[in-house]
């Protein structure tokens, strides 16, 4: 048995095919807005949580990636300070080795001495370097290695505890900072006396040039200096590959954000140009719809009182 068709049915019907076609309508224009297919969880639930999968991931990278150029900026500041360090070395081996030969009078080592004194305060100054308001030098403790009020005596931790590092991966971290004082050392003023480091050669040099004591600086004094260049350079090396392996977690980290940003793309992201025409399209369906409707429900007065 056929039933009737009404004409509040009709209406009905219109009327929900039209609201249909007004929902599908605002979302696209909703895509078209945002760039995004997917705006809330009701658009793809299973889609809105690899996103949020996706993002969280990213976030963990974007952290590493900062820490690795921070610890990157770290070691830059260490390497340069050492650098210079090196260089400072050579050239007091330079004027060592030009005062042994016995040629020079006693002021020509007086002169040697008071470019050397001026050496001395530059390697301090080169150990007090900082970062960010750390001193690199210091360890983990957060105050200026070498202070003029404590004369040569090392202010800052060494050891297992003075390892500053960077997380770089899950589980993952490098230690940025190495143990200047290790070469340093905390000359005469240390515990016990001399250490025989570089600081304390660098005064003992000092000293035997005020006394004219050549035949020490050919010998003892020179090879100190040689000691002291050798331990600085294996300790160059050691932030050396601290360096390389955050030039290498850098990389990982970059293909990774690579790809993963490419997933919540794909993902996400709403293809623009089928969009467009998506919504030109629905924007003519709409509009034919609701002329059609307009021709098909035509209440009368009568209709209601019917």
Do not use: W
Not at 176 to 192: C, E, Q
Not at 277 to 295: E, K, V
């Amino acid at each position: 048995m056929i039933g009737r068709i009404t004409t509040l049915m009709t209406s009905q019907n219109t009327l929900a095919n039209l609201s249909q076609a007004y929902d599908r309508l605002t979302q696209t224009q909703a895509e078209m807005s945002s760039g995004k297919k997917i705006n809330q969880p009701s658009d793809n639930p299973y889609g809105m949580s690899l996103i949020i999968s996706e993002q969280n991931q990213l976030g963990m990278l974007n952290a590493y990636s900062s820490n690795i150029s921070d610890g990157q900026a770290y070691t830059e500041a260490s390497q340069g300070a050492m650098t210079n360090i090196a260089n400072i070395v050579q050239r007091v081996r330079e004027l060592v080795v030009g005062a042994a030969n016995g040629t020079n009078t006693q002021a020509d080592l007086n002169s040697d001495a008071a470019e050397i004194k001026q050496l001395i305060d530059a390697v301090k100054q080169e150990a007090n370097t900082q970062y960010n308001g750390q001193y690199v030098f210091a360890g983990t403790a957060n105050v200026m290695p070498y202070q003029t009020s404590t004369g040569d005596l090392y202010q800052g931790n060494s050891g297992p505890a003075a390892a500053v590092t960077r997380q770089i991966g899950p589980g993952t971290s490098v230690q940025v900072n190495v143990d200047l004082s290790s070469v340093l050392g905390s000359g005469s003023a240390g515990p016990g006396g001399s250490d025989g480091k570089l600081i304390d050669t660098l005064n003992t040099v000092l000293s035997d040039l005020g006394s004219g004591n050549t035949n020490a600086l050919g010998n003892g004094d020179l090879k100190a200096i040689d000691t002291s260049f050798s331990n600085l350079t294996h300790l160059q090396a050691s932030m050396g590959a601290a360096t390389n392996r955050l030039q290498l977690a850098s990389s990982r980290i970059q293909s990774l954000q690579t790809a993963d940003t490419q997933v919540l793309s794909n993902t996400q992201d709403a293809d623009m140009a089928q969009v467009a025409i998506d919504y030109s399209t629905q924007q003519a369906a709409y509009t034919a719809a609701l002329r059609a409707g307009a021709r098909i429900v035509q209440d009368s007065l009568l209709n209601f009182l019917n």
